[in-house]
């Protein structure tokens, strides 16, 4: 890939002897030929006079700040408690010497907590609660079942519909409750951890307790050494309907440390991955991207792409959303338990209050100018503090980097897709009942000439 112009408004760049040009506001992608490239200014200045390259959003951004946002999604985490000590986990387990575990009776009354302040606030809108998200569910999976007969007792005292949500099992040791319980709820997360192969037995032999009616999605995190991305895909979709894959976010210490090297390697991993979906006939990639799961980096900048939906934040940490941990201390959200700048010792019933510049706002000295800002929301204030950068940044993170390769790899995708098999794309993104905004000629010589 080679980079040629860049500011806050477009960006060309070149993948595979193609070169792109994106529109950071309106969201639109063109492939040129580049043997034209020196005509690219004129076709640029052209289009601006037709309002391209302008940022009409600035109001409703501002809007935005101003909305109360209410808390509909609530992580208590019980314990820390696990079987596994995966080289990617981002949680201190010593945390677990004492007995300091949330008892479903403590927990229930947090949960109460929201569900009144809500129902007298007159509010209708859902709610949704999880435990165990940094501790493995099947260790004292008791609790979660308590918790939820609890909830099934108290749900018609209220007008808004509560959900009890199941975090991601590393599925080592699944009880007989726990088995019967998924059959009956019919979707299950594992998470795998690639560089261990004794898990993988594990689960290869688990997975097959559960009924086939059972959605069953694999959450495999990607590093820097991750090579065959492809091939990993296909071999777990074999057993799973749905499979996602994403970069994490992991200290400068680590097993496997994002570096500048290995991030050029695994943009080339990128570049072979698409090459292989590209192979495929029609009717296979529909299906490929279709069992692609709900938290794989691929598919985010896929739809992002395809729909043209600005993302105006990252995640709703904070705002819609928080964790607490084993003694109720309240963060804006899991990954951030046990950073104390971000605590809170008293649960806040309302809209979280920390900096928004903080949680990952494209309006910050970071974001405002980068010409992906909306294609990814912003950075992941998690990710920053994992490698130790602390509060301001200056220089661009490995997660900046990697959400770069992502968009240029898939506009490339998109671009060569859209020329082989022009309904795979509309068809995939109507299937997830999102609007299909690429309606356009994706050829920019062409595009331009309507307004000559």
Known sequence: ??????????????????????????????????ENAGNINKQITLLKKFGFFSDKNKCFDEDMDKKEQEVNYIVINPSNECNLSCWHCYVDRTENNHNNHLTSEKIFRQIERFLENKKKNGSKTPIAFSLYFTGEITLNFQVF???????????DIYEFQISLLLPPTNLLKPTEQFVEYINNYGYITVSLDLTNQQQINAISRNIRLFNENVVKHAMIPIHSKTKDIFKIYTEYMS????????????TQD??????????NEFRLEIEKFVENILLLNEKQIFEFL???????????????ILTRGKKLIRCPAGRTSIALDHDLKQFPCSGLIGVREFQKDCILE?????????????KSDKCSKCAIKYYCGGFCLDWEIKEKKGHVFNEISSECSINFIYF??????????????PSVLRNYIEKKQKKFRLSYDLNLDDFTKIFV
């Not at 079942?145 to 749900?155: F, L, N, P, V």
């Not at 279709?290 to 992002?304: L, N, Q, R």
């Not at 309302?350 to 494209?362: A, H, M, P, V």
Request: net charge positive; aromatic share 14%; no cysteine.
């Open 408 to 421: 240029e790899i898939v506009a490339y995708f998109i671009l060569k897709l859209e020329k082989k098999y």
């Open 145 to 155: 079942q308590d918790i939820s007969r609890k909830i099934d007792h108290i749900r």
């Open 350 to 362: 309302k809209k979280g209050s920390w900096e928004e510049e903080t949680l990952s706002s494209i």
């Open 1 to 34: 890939m080679k980079m040629l112009q860049i500011d806050s408004s477009y960006y060309i760049f070149e993948v595979n002897n193609t070169t792109i040009l994106a529109d950071t506001y309106s969201q639109m992608i063109w492939e040129f030929n580049s």
């Open 290 to 304: 279709m069992s692609i799961g709900p938290s794989d980096y691929f598919t985010k900048f896929v739809e992002s």
């Open 254 to 263: 680590s097993k496997f440390p994002w570096t500048k090297k290995n991030l």
């Open 239 to 250: 057993s799973f309907h749905k499979v996602s894959m994403r970069p994490v976010r992991i």
